[in-house]
């Protein structure tokens, strides 16, 4: 998950924090696309009127390789993912709240099209399904491969479910189908500033 983080000048973050098995802080990320929608018939939000939105891409080192972190909304954005494979990301982590208009049409989809595309593992947190909150999550964490085939996801209650990963599949699969090698770089960029 994610919580509210007070920076230096007062400003409140949406971040999520990483931690070794020693309880070590080892990365966090600051959210950097504020949900800021009108859904016609659904809902609207506007983060912005209380949080900042962060600058940075997230790809950190663990003892099992490296691993990208963004949240929620920050997925949405292809580039994003992309930059944190380019970065060495073998899986991406995205804790998440989609609600009860966009989770349906969108969570799995989304989930399997940027693991395909990037040829990556993305792995979807998501909070259990109460209806009598105020906020209505969809719920739903998953767990998809570099080939966009689903391999755990959970429904809408509370639960846990351990899955492995073999992160070997990621360099398997992009030697089979190399989809980050095919880039034409040399007529298009993807850039960080």
């Given at each position: 998950?994610?919580?509210?983080?007070?920076?230096?000048?007062?400003?409140?973050?949406?971040?999520?924090?990483?931690?070794?098995?020693?309880?070590?802080?080892?990365?966090?990320?600051?959210?950097?696309h504020l949900f800021d929608?009108?859904?016609?018939?659904?809902?609207?939000?506007?983060?912005?009127?209380?949080?900042?939105?962060?600058?940075?891409?997230?790809?950190?080192?663990?003892?099992?390789?490296?691993?990208?972190?963004?949240?929620?909304?920050?997925?949405?954005?292809?580039?994003?993912?992309?930059?944190?494979?380019?970065?060495?990301?073998?899986?991406?982590?995205?804790?998440?709240?989609?609600?009860?208009t966009t989770g349906p049409?969108?969570?799995?989809?989304?989930?399997?099209?940027?693991?395909?595309?990037?040829?990556?593992?993305?792995?979807?947190?998501?909070?259990?399904?109460?209806?009598?909150?105020?906020?209505?999550?969809?719920?739903?964490?998953?767990?998809?491969?570099?080939w966009g085939n689903v391999?755990?996801?959970?429904?809408?209650?509370?639960?846990?479910?351990?899955?492995?990963?073999?992160?070997?599949?990621?360099?398997?699969?992009?030697?089979?189908?190399?989809?980050?090698?095919?880039?034409?770089?040399?007529?298009?960029?993807?850039?960080?500033?």
């Amino acid at each position: 998950g994610s919580v509210p983080e007070q920076g230096e000048a007062g400003e409140v973050y949406n971040t999520a924090y990483v931690f070794d098995r020693q309880g070590r802080q080892i990365a966090k990320h600051r959210k950097m696309h504020l949900f800021d929608i009108d859904v016609q018939g659904g809902q609207s939000f506007k983060e912005s009127d209380t949080l900042t939105a962060g600058r940075d891409i997230t790809v950190f080192d663990t003892e099992f390789g490296a691993i990208g972190l963004c949240i929620c909304y920050d997925f949405r954005f292809p580039e994003l993912a992309r930059l944190m494979v380019l970065k060495g990301a073998k899986v991406v982590f995205v804790p998440a709240a989609f609600n009860m208009t966009t989770g349906p049409a969108h969570w799995e989809l989304m989930f399997r099209a940027q693991a395909m595309f990037n040829q990556c593992f993305a792995i979807g947190t998501a909070p259990a399904q109460d209806l009598n909150a105020t906020y209505h999550s969809w719920g739903h964490s998953i767990a998809v491969g570099p080939w966009g085939n689903v391999i755990a996801q959970m429904d809408e209650k509370e639960g846990y479910q351990l899955i492995e990963l073999d992160l070997s599949e990621t360099e398997a699969i992009r030697q089979q189908l190399p989809l980050i090698k095919h880039r034409r770089t040399d007529l298009y960029a993807l850039e960080v500033k």
